[in-house]
T-cell receptor
Framework: DGGITQSPKYLFRKEGQNVTLSCEQN?????MYWYRQDPGQGLRLIYY???????QKGDIAEGYSVSREKKESFPLTVTSAQKNPTAFYLC?????????????FGQGTRLTVV | GENVEQHPSTLSVQEGDSAVIKCTYS??????FPWYKQELGKGPQLIID?????GEKKDQRIAVTLNKTAKHFSLHITETQPEDSAVYFC???????????FGGGTRVLVKP
């Protein structure tokens, strides 16, 4: 089955530590995205990538970093510079070149700082 | 950039009644407007979408309307059922890029 896989489902981080969230897709989509969701709020864009080896900052990129070395993978690192990292993180993908296409989401990773 | 406002933030309806969620957007160049349903602890899933050259679209109990002049679009769910209880998000995508901007979400509760 084609889809997006995020891992782990739950992640706990100590203050001052970097953590990396995994996102893999087998949909052959060019574009991938990371969103952050806080309780009772909408989705805010952290980073997105429209092609391998290229990515752009979204609305809340500070304290986060990404890489796009392979088409199917778009890992997100939450660095110690992110002051309030506890949130639900969602990865999504779309085919590039068509703005009117569905975005497919993973099941999310819930990150908690302990 | 694009700004999407969504109302209401919570909506409680009796089973069988209709539910309506409204969104406004700021970028007049936006041309794609999807609606997503998110169940607890899961990622959002597309339930219906509409493009800027269409004013209304229906899919069984779900319909979406778009008013480009006023820059607003709405989701209508008829004959609501308990399984419709979830958080619903509207979104808009501008012609300039491939980014989706989401509204703040509406928590819908259908009471049996």
């Amino acid at each position: 089955d084609g889809g997006i896989t995020q891992s782990p489902k739950y992640l706990f981080r100590k203050e001052g530590q970097n953590v990396t969230l995994s996102c893999e897709q087998n949909l052959n989509h060019d574009a991938m995205y990371w969103y952050r969701q806080d309780p009772g709020q909408g989705l805010r864009l952290i980073y997105y990538s429209q092609i391998v080896n290229d990515f752009q900052k979204g609305d809340i990129a500070e304290g986060y970093s990404v890489s796009r070395e392979k088409k199917e993978s778009f890992p997100l690192t939450v660095t110690s510079a992110q002051k309030n990292p506890t949130a639900f993180y969602l990865c999504a993908s779309t085919p590039t070149g068509r703005v009117d296409t569905e975005a497919f989401f993973g099941q999310g990773t819930r990150l908690t700082v302990v | 950039g694009e700004n999407v406002e969504q109302h209401p933030s919570t909506l409680s309806v009796q089973e069988g009644d209709s539910a309506v969620i409204k969104c406004t957007y700021s970028d007049s160049a936006s041309n794609y407007f999807p609606w997503y349903k998110q169940e607890l602890g899961k990622g959002p899933q597309l339930i219906i979408d509409i493009r800027s050259n269409v004013g209304e679209k229906k899919d069984q109990r779900i319909a979406v309307t778009l008013n480009k002049t006023a820059k607003h679009f709405s989701l209508h769910i008829t004959e609501t059922q308990p399984e419709d209880s979830a958080v619903y998000f509207c979104a808009a995508r501008g012609a300039a890029g491939n980014k989706l901007t989401f509204g703040g979400g509406t928590r819908v509760l259908v009471k049996p």
